[in-house]
């Protein structure tokens, strides 16, 4: 629906509604909307974003085991021994690679801008 249109519907409400400007409605709108697609995104993506958690820590209680030699080759094997449901949410290594990237990306930043004691 265009702003207009939500502008033209708005008007047309009961005077209880007279206390907000149009245009308040419609930002209340766009918000109330946004925060739906939000959940609706987080509710969508959290069977892959519990299996990179996995990984992740999997990849850090196993880090000092010589059991890899790389991120990449940690990936595979951890992704080889996903079930089939899991492979169809996390088709290739590369997904894990990525969620383990950022993960150790966004740690190192928080711990760059904790305040020194």
Not at 34 to 41: K, P, V
Not at 107 to 117: G, M, S
Request: net charge positive; proline share 4%; hydrophobic share 35%.
């Amino acid at each position: 629906m265009a702003c207009t249109e939500c502008l033209t519907i708005i008007k047309m409400l009961p005077s209880a509604t007279s206390f907000l400007t149009p245009e308040t409605m419609v930002s209340e709108l766009k918000a109330k909307n946004g925060q739906t697609a939000r959940d609706a995104a987080n509710s969508r993506h959290a069977p892959g974003n519990e299996i990179k958690k996995r990984f992740i820590k999997w990849y850090f209680e196993n880090e000092h085991a010589a059991i890899f030699t790389s991120r990449n080759q940690a990936a595979s094997k951890f992704h080889r021994n996903l079930t089939d449901e899991e492979r169809r949410i996390i088709s290739i290594p590369e997904t894990l690679v990525r969620a383990l990237r950022r993960h150790t990306e966004q740690r190192r930043r928080e711990t760059l801008t904790q305040p020194v004691e």
